[in-house]
């Protein structure tokens, strides 16, 4: 069964550091997304991308963050300076046209020492 | 603008007892509306949606939901839990035009008793 991966598992990075989350969505997916989830609280919209461009962004999405797809299999969250509130499990998630249902990959825990 | 609220943070149930968390939900729109189950160190995974039809719907592992507009809920139930259930279940709502972001509830962690 298809699935969607993420890289890495785990990042630890230092403040003000720039990183990069890596996610390949299910390969016949036209809608992808990123979510997070901060240690005990709900999981919250990031971004949705479609078309090689970004359809909708939450408050939190600021000028920090950014996503790519590259090259047509991967979709990237770029975060430029990481702060200590960015620590959160990063979910990416996909779907296909008129299915409505979003697949999640297992998260990238990020921790901003 | 929609919200979710799951009523129940934590709800603990002995094994082959049956089982409801609740959801509710405020739209100003239609909506579908998702279960996800969440695993210790896993990712989200769909236990069920409601698009439309039939109000009662069917998922994996035994669950099944009933949506309710005029009370705006859509609570989730299994007749008989296993130790296997225990995890974290999310409510989720997205507009009707699709492939539009989910907004999810706090989420109630579901803990099995033997």
């Known amino acids: 069964e298809p699935e969607v991966t993420q890289t890495p598992s785990h990042q630890v990075t230092q403040m003000g550091q720039e990183v990069i989350l890596r996610c390949v969505p299910i390969s016949n997916h036209l809608y992808f997304y990123w979510y997070r989830q901060i240690l005990g609280q709900k999981v919250e919209f990031l971004v949705s991308?479609?078309?090689?461009?970004?359809?909708?962004k939450s408050e939190i999405f600021d000028d920090q963050f950014s996503v790519e797809r590259p090259d047509g299999s991967n979709f990237t969250l770029k975060i430029r300076s990481t702060k200590l509130e960015d620590s959160a499990m990063y979910f990416c998630?996909?779907?296909?046209?008129?299915?409505?249902?979003?697949?999640f990959g297992p998260g990238t825990r990020l921790t901003v020492t | 603008a929609q919200s979710v609220t799951q009523l129940d943070s934590q709800v603990p149930v002995f094994e082959e007892a049956p089982v409801e968390l609740r959801c509710n939900y405020s739209?100003?729109?239609?909506?579908?509306l998702f279960w996800y189950v969440q695993y210790p160190n896993q990712g989200l995974q769909l236990l069920l949606k409601?698009?439309?039809?039939?109000?009662l719907v069917k998922g994996i592992n035994g669950f099944e939901a009933e949506f309710n507009k005029s009370q705006t809920s859509f609570h989730l139930r299994k007749p008989s839990v296993h130790i296997s259930d225990t995890a974290e279940y999310f409510c989720a709502v997205s507009e009707v035009q699709g492939a539009q972001k989910l907004v999810f509830g706090q989420g109630t962690r579901l803990t099995i008793n033997p």
């Open positions: 409601y698009l439309s039809g039939s109000t």
């Open positions: 739209s100003s729109v239609s909506v579908y």
């Open positions: 998630a996909s779907s296909g046209d008129f299915t409505y249902e979003q697949y």
């Open positions: 991308f479609y078309n090689n461009e970004i359809s909708e």
